[in-house]
């Protein structure tokens, strides 16, 4: 299954079922990524599940996302956006995006879920393909016996790992979740990304902490998986080469759910 993340089309006035929200934080992360965090009325999605967005510098246009935390009755939502080369929208909500903004929220959607019956879980997520992922393991860590997770998250370099310190401390606190940092390269370009430098912080992946490889590659290590629930979400190449590669390794298509943007 096949989201395009900016995916953009004409609003029908009228339409049922859309939920406004007011943006409390903008919080720029990378050059390309920033962290939105919005308060408003109860949208009942599902765990997992992204939505359409309309904001004010494309008042007429939606865009899908997905929601970074589980739903909650006092309206807290989070999205992380990353700027889509080409893209119509993404580009100036990463970079226009402020505290006041009146946000249009409806159409919940999508199939990303971990079965009540799951005692073990595979996660796969490329770059921002970690937010729905993060928002299923909040929802699973209420149960009274979260099952065994084991979360890859993947980037070209070390930095693009935008949520390390987030996933450390999650580590820390949950000792049933397991998280395996990916690169593709184990240093990090020349160029200085002046909001990565800005918002540095001690925690997050130590540099022996890191596997060098494709998700794809790596994961393929630990094939065949023949009775985790596997859920995998992220860019559409590196999301549809990991599947592949699973399904190639033995592992049985049905155990495995996914979404590509």
Known sequence: ??????????????????????????????????????IGEFVPFA???????????????VRRLYCALPPSLDGKLEFHIRTVPGGWC???????????????????AGWLAV????????????????????????DISRREQPPRTHLFVGGRYPRDLYASDMLVLLG?????????PVVLDEDDPDWIDNWYESCRVDIGFQPEELITGTLAEVVSRFTPLDHQSILVCGGAAT??????????????????????F
């Open 90 to 108: 993404s580009g100036s909500m990463v970079a226009d995006t402020r505290t006041g903004d009146e946000w249009k929220v409806r159409n919940p």
């Open 239 to 260: 999301v549809h080469a990991t599947v592949e590669m699973l399904v190639a390794t033995g592992t049985p298509p049905e155990l495995i759910r996914y979404e590509g």
């Open 47 to 61: 765990p997992g599940q992204s939505v359409e967005v309309r904001t004010p510098q494309h008042p007429n246009m």
């Open 172 to 180: 820390n606190e949950m000792p049933w979740l397991t998280i395996i």
């Open 115 to 138: 079965d009540e019956a799951a005692t073990e879980v595979v996660m796969i997520a490329d770059g921002i393909g970690l937010a729905p992922l993060r928002a299923l393991l909040l």
């Open 1 to 38: 299954m096949t989201l395009d993340p900016d995916q953009t089309g004409p609003i029908r006035i009228g339409e049922p079922n859309e939920w406004p929200a007011t943006v409390v934080g903008a919080h720029r992360l990378r050059e390309d990524l920033t962290v939105v965090r919005l």
